[in-house]
């Protein structure tokens, strides 16, 4: 194997690999993100840190987001279920499983 070779596969390793750690990095930060979210909420957390709320609006359990003011990601603001669903959230009432 010429020289060349060896370091286009070895930089194609490094690039890899580069690309994989920041992969993981943005996963790490995005589950803090969400513990931090979810915990200010008071609400109970899946592995990934999302909170585990009962939708109203198809009432079916979900793992979810929460924004800056503490809405879930499928929040809706036209559908009044979602309405409720946030208030609920931000008083703490909220179902959860």
């Known amino acids: ?11 194609q390793m490094i690039r890899t690999t580069l690309r994989s750690a920041g992969r993981q990095i943005e996963d790490a ?7 931090k979210r979810s915990a200010l909420a008071d609400l109970p957390q899946n ?6 709320i009962v939708c109203r609006r ?5 793992a979810v987001r929460l924004d800056d ?7 809706d603001p036209d559908h ?3 309405q409720g669903c946030a208030e609920d959230v931000k008083t703490g009432s909220v179902e959860t499983w």
Do not use: N, S
């Open 58 to 62: 198809y009432a079916e359990r979900r």
């Open 80 to 82: 009044p279920d979602c």
């Open 29 to 35: 930060k995005q589950a803090y993100t969400d513990a």
């Open 69 to 75: 003011q503490a809405r879930p990601a499928c929040f």
């Open 47 to 52: 592995d990934d840190g999302k909170a585990r």
């Open 1 to 11: 194997m010429a020289d060349d070779d060896r370091t286009t596969l070895f930089q």
